[in-house]
């Protein structure tokens, strides 16, 4: 990956994810970014994020940043390996989900966080569709199971909805980007649901106290509020959104 900011005030992102499985898997990032003399106050930053499934595998991160500036806002870049949530994978089987099953959709939710800010749902939808073949064909069988939550219609730019899916109270967001994410709707410091609160960016405001909850993790990024809520895979399949309700996103 190779970015060159070559104009002043320019912001780049770069996020790259790995799921290793298989004695001998290994996977290399090399994230190149080159901030030139013209671009002053670029704001920069890359990360990689490796999911381990088994023995015997290796990743490696090779982040390279080169400043021919001293006049920026910031580059940085971040690194992290992880092995599977053995945890959530209990939790998966102890609700009836066959283990192979299960290990597909933690998979799944690790690497679909990267589909949903693309932002246009039949792109969005096809590369879904892509992850989940490969992840059926990799260790056979299994059907994602999911229920229909709204119309991508329904869901004007920066609003929530509360959708109830097998009892749970879920608060769909289409963010202004367009991007559609799903959190718990229920604020962690209190009864109130989120979705009455307020949407700015990626984050949803409960209207009670004032915290703010990513949309992105599921976390509080003010007090009162300290839990996270859950945050949901969302399928755009078509002008349909699905949510499974069993299954959270693995937020590391
Ligand atoms: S009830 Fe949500 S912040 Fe207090």
Redesign the pocket.
Same mark, same amino acid.
């Given at each position: 990956m190779y970015v060159h900011h070559d104009a002043p005030h320019s912001r780049s992102r770069v996020t790259y994810k790995g799921a290793l499985n298989g004695d001998g898997a290994r996977t290399v990032w090399v994230g190149d970014v080159l901030i030139g003399p013209r671009a002053t106050g670029t704001d920069s930053y890359e990360q990689n994020r490796n999911l381990v499934l088994s023995e015997g595998t290796r990743a490696d991160s090779i982040p390279n940043l080169e400043i021919e500036t001293g006049d920026i806002v910031g580059a940085g870049h971040a690194s992290a390996t992880g092995r599977f949530d053995d945890e959530h994978l209990f939790y998966l089987q102890a609700r009836g989900i066959p283990e192979d099953e299960a290990r597909r959709l933690v998979v799944l939710g690790f690497l679909s966080e990267i589909v949903q800010r693309i932002g246009e749902p039949a792109l969005e939808a096809r590369l879904l569709e892509a992850l989940v073949a490969e992840l059926e064909g990799s260790d056979g069988g299994g059907v994602v199971s999911r229920e229909r939550a709204c119309s991508v219609a329904e869901l004007e730019p920066d609003t929530a909805k509360r959708v109830v899916l097998g009892g749970v109270p879920i608060a769909v967001v289409k963010d202004s980007a367009g991007a559609i994410h799903a959190i718990g709707d229920t =604020?962690t /410091? +209190?009864d109130?649901s989120l979705s009455e609160g307020f949407v700015e960016d990626d984050t949803l405001e =409960?209207w @009670? /106290? +004032?915290?703010q909850f990513s949309l992105l993790s599921g976390k509080p990024l003010s007090l009162? @509020?300290y839990e996270p809520v859950p945050v949901f895979v969302v399928e755009i399949d078509g002008d349909d959104v699905y949510i499974d309700p069993d299954v959270k996103k693995d937020i590391a």
């Open positions: =604020c /410091h +209190g109130i =409960c @009670a /106290h +004032g915290s009162p @509020a």
